[in-house]
């Protein structure tokens, strides 16, 4: 869903994604999902951090379908058990939790217990973080065509996409649906809530060029941008700006902004565009989901 919020500036509601909580994690996961029933898989592996919007979508959907989860967490259970939003949701979901000490440790964790589920006799599925898969890839490639849509029916074209940028697998599929859809005049850039731009430029990139090849779409070799002007330290961090934004959102806009996603690209796109004098262009803001993150900030 397409609404206004200026002028010039529109937004991309996936935060009301109607499955699996929402937000874009929801909608990797529906993708996602097409594929375990196809391997009829019936115990899922994967891993995030302590409120891990795709975490919290593998554990619902695991919860809805029957089948085992086992969530991968880096960090500790006391501090976990006391957290509400996306943790509160993967501790009432039923699934099994593991917790590492050091991020190095969270592949050989994921191993293990994909051999135990093996040695028990399941079918299990391995879900790289973040729905960082050619699937999730899918679900957006797909989704510009009802931008498309949007678009022709209202005679309106955005000159810009801003998102939030964590493992980059939103963007890419963003871009190379695009691609797909032939929109070619429109510019995408991310906002990164956790890498700096030279690694998580290559990520999109990479991986947008692997989406192009994997689903026979033209590639136009379209420029990867993810801006690291605004991680205000790294992932979950926030200055009194932002967190300012964030309380009123609701009031401003009508829809929740948290702090270390949504509202750190919604943070990061109005400076941009005033910045470089974009006010008189035609802006998206995809908003990628969050309210449990900010439920629990």
């Not at 293990?112 to 879900?127: E, K, R, T």
């Not at 991986?207 to 205000?232: A, G, P, W």
């Not at 109005?270 to 035609?282: A, S, V």
Request: proline share 1%; aromatic share 12%; net charge negative.
């Amino acid at each position: 869903m397409i609404e206004k919020i200026t002028d010039n500036i529109k937004i991309f509601r996936d935060d009301l994604y109607p499955f699996l909580g929402g937000g874009n994690k929801g909608r990797k996961m529906d993708y996602i999902a097409k594929d375990i029933f196809l391997q009829k898989a019936n115990a899922l592996v994967t891993t995030g951090g302590f409120q891990s919007n795709h975490c919290r979508a593998v554990a619902v959907f695991a919860a809805q379908h029957n089948r085992k989860c086992t969530l991968v967490l880096h960090g500790s259970k006391e501090e976990f058990e006391k957290q509400s939003g996306n943790a509160k949701i993967m501790r009432l979901s039923g699934a099994e939790i593991v917790f590492v000490d050091e991020s190095n440790q969270i592949g050989s964790t994921m191993d293990n217990a994909i051999a135990q589920y093996n040695d028990q006799g399941f079918v299990p599925y391995y879900i790289w973080g973040g729905g960082h898969t050619l699937e999730g890839g899918l679900a957006y490639i797909d989704v510009i065509e009802e931008l498309k849509e949007y678009c022709m029916e209202n005679n309106w074209m955005p000159d810009y996409i801003f998102h939030a940028s964590g493992t980059g697998s939103t963007q890419s599929g963003i871009m190379a649906g695009l691609d797909k859809f032939s929109l070619a005049n429109t510019k995408v850039i991310g906002i990164s809530v956790a890498r700096k731009s030279e690694q998580a430029t290559k990520i999109v990139d990479g991986f947008y060029k692997e989406l192009c090849s994997h689903y026979n779409i033209t590639c136009s070799n379209r420029q990867s941008v993810v801006l690291d002007d605004y991680l205000m330290g790294g992932y979950g961090c926030y200055n009194d700006d932002l967190k300012r934004l964030s309380l009123n959102a609701i009031k401003e806009y009508g829809f929740t902004l948290d702090t270390c996603y949504a509202g750190k690209a919604f943070y990061g796109m109005l400076d941009y565009i005033k910045q470089n004098k974009l006010e008189d262009k035609n802006v998206l803001f995809w908003h990628t989901g969050g309210i449990f993150n900010f439920l629990a900030e």
